[in-house]
């Protein structure tokens, strides 16, 4: 990235600067709608009315403004989940609201997991994209860890290796959604499969 995304101008701890993030939401619309294989970045720069040069300025590549755009949407996550959390210091409503954080509503969740799964298969193929899973790891697992560390030291969660369980959690939220995303009625069986979650997580961390 540019000089522009220098810590004073840094924005939400992600190391972009106002014009940066300005690029990474237009990129989030874009690909949402295209997928990340078919979005050049001139059709990024037309929706942020831009320059393709300018693009090429602040983030170098396609992949480093894609992995911007990522680690972005997946912060975006993580703040759902501190906010929501901070009002809490029971462990089940602690769960229960990290869940209202992940799955919000249908189209939102639609978006944002159809671009996870494009994104997931291209960093399974190219090197330069590798960064993906050790950003996920760290913003989300590192998320679930805190959770089930403290439900786990307030005795309602039954856990030995909380790390082992933070994987094993986004195992189970991830892989839900993925059947969720093929269900023809997804938006009527949102609702449901959220339910399925909580209820599986809470076998999963031996609840009490």
Known sequence: MSADGAAANDVDGLGLSPRELELVRSAYRVVVRQGGHRVSLQDIADDAGVSKGLLLYHFK???NLLLAMMRWAL???AERIRENIASTDEPVAALHAVLDAVWVRPQANRDFYLLYVDLVEHAARVPQFGDLPAMTVEIIEGMYG???AQGAQAGAFDVDDVAQAATEMRAFIEGLF???????DWEASHAAMRARCEAGLLRLLGAT
Request: no cysteine.
């Open 61 to 63: 590549t396609k992949d």
């Open 75 to 77: 912060a975006r996550t």
């Open 178 to 184: 993925i059947l969720w995303l093929q269900r023809d």
């Open 146 to 148: 805190q959770v089930i």
